[in-house]
Each structure stands twice: as structure tokens, then as C-alpha cells.
């Protein structure tokens, strides 16, 4: 989805996948957090069968491009997304110290994209 919330790259997996990446990164950086203090992600695929092989190749260089190590826990599921010409929906939990964002200190901060 782009930042007015509407519907982007429709049909095109690949590219609903890495800006999903993208809005979750900027979603961080608002909080004051970073990819590395992800600790759980969810993706939920419209059509695992035919979508997790690209899925897996583009977690991979994204994870690797973060440096991330180790990597968060993460868990795939096939699902009816909420909108039909959403293809990729993606949750991600942070824990991170509130001095450096806006939840209380240690607590749990769970962002969807």
C-alpha cells in the first residue's frame, strides 16, 4: 500500500513484497526502531503454493541487506488478505527500549503492514 493507504503494484507479487519491507521500515524509524529489534514476524500469503519460493528469496536479501543476526522468528500462512488485490499482508513484532520511541519501556510493539 502506498501512504495514502490505497492499493499499489497490483498483480505483482514481487513488488507488493518489498514495499510491504518498505512501509514496515518507515514504521520503525517513526518509532524510533530498527529491523533488528524485530523479533517475530507473520506473512500471510494470498498463494503460498505459487508465491513462497519469490517470498523466501526476497526475506532472505532483505534480512541480509539489514544485517541481521540472528534472524527474527517468522511464520508463513496462506489467508484471504482484506483486500482482494492485496496479494502479501505482513506483521511485525518489535520489543526496543522507549527511550528511543514512543511505547513504555520494554513493552511489546506490534506493527502491521
Same mark, same amino acid.
Request: aromatic content about 10%; charged content about 20%; hydrophobic content about 35%.
Given at each position: 500500500m502506498d501512504e495514502?493507504?490505497?492499493? @499499489?503494484?497490483?498483480?505483482? !507479487?514481487?513488488?507488493q513484497t518489498w514495499r510491504t519491507y518498505q512501509n514496515i521500515t518507515r514504521l520503525l524509524e517513526a518509532?524510533?526502531?530498527t529491523w533488528k529489534d524485530i523479533v517475530r514476524t507473520t506473512c500471510y500469503l494470498r498463494d503460498i503454493e505459487r508465491d513462497y519460493e519469490a517470498?523466501?528469496? @526476497?526475506?532472505?536479501?532483505? !534480512?541480509?541487506?539489514?544485517g541481521l543476526?540472528?534472524?527474527?522468528?517468522?511464520?508463513?500462512?496462506q489467508a484471504i488478505l482484506?483486500?482482494?488485490d492485496l496479494l502479501i499482508e505482513m506483521e511485525?513484532?518489535?520489543i526496543f527500549d522507549s527511550d528511543r520511541g514512543t511505547g513504555k519501556n520494554g513493552e511489546e510493539q506490534k506493527i502491521a503492514a
Open positions: 495514502c493507504g490505497r492499493s @499499489i503494484h497490483i498483480g505483482d !507479487f514481487r513488488a518509532e524510533g526502531a517470498f523466501n528469496e @526476497i526475506r532472505t536479501q532483505f !534480512f541480509q541487506e539489514q543476526d540472528p534472524l527474527p522468528a517468522s511464520t508463513g500462512i482484506c483486500r482482494p511485525a513484532m518489535a
